[in-house]
């Protein structure tokens, strides 16, 4: 599999600790600087396709947007356009027109509808599968399987025209059933977060609300996803670590 950093945000936008205690959101100022950093250090930005093909530079980043939020249309897209920057963007299929319900305290930010999805294809993004409904797949049974994997794979490729090639699990939580039922269907790659187990378990490096320039740097360094595991072993390390280093500064309101 290639060797590409890829990165995973979530919604573009600023939002109150209030309205995103997960640190989901980052502003759209954050996101030119991020990007024009790796631009100016010579990093490649990558199509979905290119990655595939595994013909990626040495410094090269695969830019991946998780669960569709209607603000990513609105300030996140705009700065990819400024930038000329290319990306893939993870829907969920059942929810498109939605709201982020799966999250008991932020249930109301909106989602992209179809109409939306087919405005990022005119804009030259691939649009992904994340699933039906944001449901968790480790451990599930078999109907929600086929409903987050096989379901949502025909809605959008109905949607779209085009047969989706890959697949993000939501919340990163997969096992070895969800990346066979991924597989089977005919994706060809699978995106986790942290851990790796094949084509159908890539890792990313998640960015969120609070990163700082210097943690944004640290992120996008060789061996950052193995640091990231290690110190995930040690309860309370990795929060010590990033407040060592610094958090960017949110409104509580």
Request: charged share 25%; aromatic share 8%; glycine share 10%.
């Amino acid at each position: 599999m290639s060797d590409a950093l890829v990165l995973m945000y979530h919604g573009i936008g600023t939002r109150s600790t209030s309205r995103d205690p997960h640190n989901l959101f980052v502003s759209p100022e954050s996101l030119r600087r991020q990007l024009g950093t790796l631009l100016d250090r010579g990093w490649t930005p990558l199509t979905l396709d290119r990655y595939l093909r595994g013909d990626v530079p040495r410094r090269s980043v695969l830019l991946t947007f998780d669960d569709g939020y209607r603000a990513f249309l609105d300030e996140g897209l705009p700065v990819l356009r400024e930038l000329d920057v290319p990306a893939t963007v993870f829907v969920l299929s059942g929810l498109l027109g939605g709201r982020s319900v799966w999250m008991a305290d932020m249930p109301d930010e909106p989602l992209v509808d179809a109409d939306g999805v087919r405005e990022l294809v005119r804009a030259g993004l691939d649009v992904e599968c994340h699933g039906w409904d944001h449901s968790h797949l480790a451990g599930t049974d078999p109907r929600t399987l086929a409903r987050n994997v096989t379901h949502a794979l025909r809605a959008l490729a109905d949607l779209t025209g085009r047969r989706p090639r890959a697949f993000a699990y939501p919340y990163g939580d997969h096992d070895a059933a969800a990346r066979r039922a991924v597989a089977d269907a005919g994706f060809e790659i699978g995106f986790s977060v942290h851990e790796r187990a094949g084509r159908f378990a890539v890792p990313r490096v998640d960015v969120t609300s609070v990163d700082t320039d210097t943690t944004f740097l640290m992120k996008t360094r060789p061996g950052y996803t193995a640091l990231r595991q290690m110190t995930g072993r040690v309860p309370g390390l990795r929060p010590a670590l990033h407040s060592l280093v610094g958090r960017t500064k949110r409104s509580s309101t």
